[in-house]
């Protein structure tokens, strides 16, 4: 089952840290939705159920990611306890992620999130796809976990980060919280969040950003490390 197990590292607009802050926020909002509780189960307790779609075999899940063999049952428990069809399509997604904000519009925020999981473009999410991602937000290396969100960023899939792919995320996040965003949210405040993410990290002032200069950035500001740091104490 989705849990909703560690609390929630986007910052509001009253946060005077929310400018760093923000870059990293989609990764975490995920992993506080998403976080399956892999602790106190028995075997019969995950004992996987057939479904229309099976899963690679589980030896060369562990291998691919940061997960045991036990726990990836687990995970595939909770995600064919949500989608016995074994594959999650868009709308799906949707409708798991609004339960969790009932005050906001999460729905522009879950297309993003659910374009990064479908890395193959073919508008489903399988299992696989689903702990890929999982492993890397949660037990990945600090670059992995910086790497998947310029992708979660990088819209169009181009390679860079432009400013209008990064407002539309910020706003989306925005549009989620709903009515949590304190003081109330004006309609120029994504932008002036973008404006301040792109001083700090468009070194050359190309107007694009880089997943080096994306890292790098990240990796120079305390706030945003230890935003990233939160998923290690998740598991």
């Not at 074994?86 to 999130?113: C, R, W």
């Not at 860079?160 to 996040?173: F, H, K, P």
């Not at 468009?202 to 950003?209: I, R, S, T």
Request: hydrophobic share 35%; charged share 25%.
């Amino acid at each position: 089952m989705f849990e909703k197990s560690l609390v929630c590292g986007c910052p509001l607009a009253g946060d005077s840290h929310s400018d760093k802050h923000l870059a990293t926020a989609g990764p975490e909002l995920f992993t506080s939705l998403t976080t399956i509780s892999l602790h106190n189960r028995t075997d019969e307790e995950v004992e996987m159920a057939t479904v229309c779609y099976r899963p690679e075999g589980l030896d060369q899940l562990e291998a691919q990611t940061n997960f045991s063999k036990q726990e990836l049952q687990i995970l595939y428990r909770g995600f064919k306890n949500e989608c016995p069809s074994g594959v999650v399509n868009e709308e799906t997604f949707k409708h798991i992620y609004a339960q969790f904000f009932p005050h906001g519009d999460a729905s522009m925020y879950a297309h993003y999130l659910f374009n990064a999981f479908d890395t193959t473009n073919n508008g489903s999410i399988k299992f696989k796809d689903f702990v890929m991602g999982l492993s890397t937000l949660l037990r990945g290396t600090l670059r992995e976990k910086l790497e998947w969100t310029f992708h979660l960023y990088d819209i169009n899939k181009d390679g860079y980060i432009n400013r209008e792919e990064m407002t539309e995320i910020v706003r989306a996040i925005y549009d989620m919280m709903g009515k949590y965003t304190y003081p109330a949210l004006k309609g120029d405040v994504p932008q002036q969040h973008v404006d301040a993410f792109f001083q700090k990290m468009d070194k050359n002032k190309d107007g694009v950003l880089t997943l080096e200069e994306f890292i790098i950035a990240c990796q120079e500001d305390e706030i945003m490390m230890r935003s990233m740091q939160l998923f290690e104490n998740v598991m």
